[in-house]
């Protein structure tokens, strides 16, 4: 190795390690500001380390990433300059997204009790050899990665994958390369529809005033509702495209012991007070969803894994979560604090004004083809590669939704619903590209296979909001 390439990945690491301290500064910054509620938010300190994250995060995020950013920035840079404001007042800009982006530091301390409890092994054992036709192995592995990803996020795919790959292998190969390619990329996104662990939902009800109970029942049971219409269009593929026949031997009788069901119910329960105990701190002690959504995580996830009683285990996922997957974030902590920036400024300089009369024309001449239009793009955003809870805080601060006669929930809907829709189709995203890891399979063949099932989230999400905006209008 030569000197120069010594000395550049010397400052390389000297950079990675700030970057993790000034990370951390922010997230248990932001979660000393819920606590202690400060009169100022503490507005300058998470602006300053914002403004230091966003000069390092150029050196060290890959060239897609930069380039997006870079758009945001020199707009909003530019529109300042429009406007004449003073150099000494542009750090105000910044730090709007703090709360969401404490929250995807967070949200992985979910997947550490279920990874030390193995808790998808007692499923394996449940599941084990009563599965037979391909269409029902599709359901049970997309609602079983369904399950875990409202806990894990992407996680889940690992730990759904690792459980359940051997349940396709007596399939001729593009039968379960279909059912695999689906399962986990698509269960995986339908429970971002509704999860508070999803970034999307979170970032959707920190920026939109809307009803946080309504927003998650209806993502919950549009995000069901999919699982089961999802089966019967691969249950049709199956038929058009192969023969389905029983392949997989007939079960015996297996007893499963009594402590494998108590454990999936403990999965089934946690999700189901997490959820209940996020809307009643908004609802009676009026936390914002976030900000409770942070806490809950990190209360649930210790304590669930201290009572595993793995005290190494959780000091050793507690150190890689805290160091190298902080890592991981940067270049979306990059693109949040130039958006949020961004959307910020055109707000301050008074065009969002602008934005309202221009779509309240547009909702006039264009009626439901804008619906149409702002999920589509939704859901073409993240088939980018962009996040989609960045994807939710673009659209949810520069679309007045007022304007096109929708009342916040149904908005909240609609945009979470088009921005997660489109990542399963994506070869630039995250859990393609881990299924695509995992499988030493093609990200685009992957991505390419779920090209239909963002097809019918955009006309399905389309429809069901337009319905609403009749029904139920402001």
């Not at 819920?34 to 230091?52: C, E, K, Q």
Request: hydrophobic letters at 55%; glycine letters at 8%; proline letters at 5%.
């Amino acid at each position: 190795m030569s000197q120069t390439q010594a000395e550049r990945d010397g400052w390389k690491r000297w950079i990675d390690g700030l970057l993790i301290i000034l990370i951390h500064l922010v997230t248990w910054g932001y979660l000393a500001k819920i606590l202690l509620r400060p009169d100022d938010g503490w507005a300058f300190y998470f602006a300053l380390i914002s403004m230091v994250i966003l000069l390092l995060g150029f050196f060290r995020s890959g060239g897609w990433f930069r380039l997006i950013s870079g758009v945001f920035l020199l707009g909003g840079f530019f529109i300042l300059w429009r406007n004449q404001v003073p150099a000494r007042e542009i750090w105000q800009f910044f730090g709007s997204t703090t709360g969401i982006l404490t929250l995807m530091c967070v949200a992985p301390l979910f997947s550490i009790p279920i990874t030390m409890g193995a808790y998808h092994r007692s499923a394996q054992l449940i599941i084990r050899e009563r599965v037979r036709k391909p269409h029902s192995t599709y359901l049970v592995v997309s609602s079983f990665t369904y399950i875990l990803a409202s806990l894990m996020n992407v996680a889940a795919i690992v730990a759904s994958y690792a459980t359940f790959h051997h349940l396709t292998r007596p399939f001729p190969k593009d039968v379960a390369d279909k059912i695999s390619f689906a399962a986990y990329t698509r269960g995986h996104t339908l429970a971002m529809m509704w999860s508070p662990v999803g970034a999307a939902i979170g970032a959707a009800l920190s920026r939109i005033p809307a009803n946080p109970g309504i927003v998650i029942g209806m993502g919950f049971f549009f995000s069901v509702f999919m699982v089961i219409l999802d089966m019967w269009m691969i249950k049709g593929w199956v038929r058009r495209h192969a023969a389905a026949v029983d392949v997989m031997p007939a079960s015996g009788e297996t007893r499963i012991a009594s402590r494998h069901w108590r454990r999936v119910g403990t999965v089934f329960g946690v999700i189901f007070f997490f959820v209940l105990t996020v809307i009643a701190l908004h609802e009676w002690v009026y936390v914002p969803v976030v900000d409770a959504v942070i806490l809950l995580i990190l209360v649930f996830s210790i304590v669930w894994s201290l009572l595993l009683k793995k005290p190494k285990r959780l000091v050793q996922e507690l150190r890689n979560k805290g160091t190298t997957g902080l890592l991981g974030l940067l270049p979306q902590f990059l693109l949040f604090i130039s958006v949020g920036f961004f959307t910020q400024v055109l707000t301050v300089a008074g065009h969002m004004e602008l934005l309202v009369d221009w779509f309240e024309a547009l909702s006039v001449s264009a009626g439901w083809l804008l619906i149409l239009f702002i999920v589509l793009f939704a859901t073409i955003s993240s088939q980018l590669g962009l996040f989609p809870a960045l994807v939710v805080v673009l659209l949810a601060d520069l679309i007045p939704y007022q304007a096109l006669g929708l009342r916040p929930e149904w908005f909240a809907f609609a945009i979470i619903a088009g921005a997660v829709g489109g990542v399963p189709a994506s070869p630039l995203t995250i859990n393609v590209n881990l299924l695509a890891t995992m499988m030493q399979e093609d990200p685009t063949r992957v991505s390419r296979s779920n090209l239909p099932f963002a097809g019918v989230m955009v006309l399905t999400v389309s429809m069901i909001v337009c319905g609403l905006s009749l029904l139920f209008p402001v």
